[in-house]
């Protein structure tokens, strides 16, 4: 009973290469988010998505492109990949955020990218 | 903007010792406050969270209380088991500064249980 599953779990490529990570959350939730997590453990936000609608896009290189076909898919492209990609990279869902609340996460297991 | 400052780690602790996990935030308003773990080689598990001020989350054993005068929710646990090893995050959203639609993490803290 998977709540948030990624694929694929591991990505090893070649620098300049495209590639595709793929999410999809069976929680029916409408907020779907993309966060980077660096070799030191550190987590920051990379896009959020509500209702198949963008809201944020922090400061992300246009090579990273996500893509929402529906409420309960996220997959995020990557083009010209570079060493500097190499990371953890997380989907997330939420339910719908009101004005006052701010509901959990729920995250899935990564996808661990390395960029040769 | 928002942001949430954890105490470094690592921490190493024997089984059954006392856990304090330190964690606290700069954001005005009234943020949403929450811990997650991360076992090796996995995602991240919501542990706990407050939503707001005095409010105490608790899950498996470990508390955190939401104290806007200390801006604070440090995280504690009477007895650790070896089972949670584990790096702890401590994390916000929302407040008049920030975004409803982002989680700010702090750095994480390591903890290590030894038998």
């Known amino acids: 009973d998977t709540a948030v599953s990624q694929t694929p779990k591991y990505l090893v490529t070649q620098m300049g290469n495209d590639k595709s990570i793929k999410c999809e959350q069976n929680l029916g939730h409408d907020t779907m988010y993309w966060y980077k997590q660096d070799s030191k453990k550190f987590l920051k936000i990379m896009f959020s998505y509500n209702n198949k609608e963008l809201i944020i896009n922090e400061t992300v290189p246009n090579r990273f492109s996500p893509k929402s076909p529906d409420k309960a898919h996220l997959n995020l492209h990557i083009n010209s990949l570079e060493l500097g990609d190499s990371a953890v990279y997380f989907c997330?869902?939420?339910?719908?955020?009101?004005?006052?609340?701010?509901?959990?996460?729920?995250f899935g297991p990564g996808t661990r990218l390395l960029v040769l | 903007g928002n942001s949430v400052t954890q105490m470094e780690g690592p921490v190493t602790l024997s089984e059954e010792a006392f856990l304090t996990i330190n964690c606290t935030y700069t954001?005005?308003?009234?943020?949403?406050l929450f811990w997650y773990v991360q076992y090796p080689g996995e995602g991240l598990q919501l542990l706990l969270k407050?939503?707001?001020?005095?409010d105490k989350g608790s899950n498996k054993g470990f508390e955190a209380t939401y104290r806007k005068e200390t801006t604070s929710f440090h995280l504690e646990k009477g007895s650790v088991q070896v089972s949670d090893s584990a790096v702890y995050f401590c994390?916000?959203?929302?407040?008049?500064?920030?975004?409803?639609?982002?989680?700010?993490f702090g750095k994480g803290t390591l903890l290590t249980v030894n038998p």
């Open positions: 997330a869902s939420s339910q719908e955020i009101y004005r006052r609340d701010n509901p959990a996460q729920y």
């Open positions: 994390a916000l959203s929302g407040g008049s500064g920030g975004s409803n639609y982002k989680l700010t």
């Open positions: 954001a005005t308003g009234y943020p949403s």
């Open positions: 407050a939503t707001k001020a005095d």
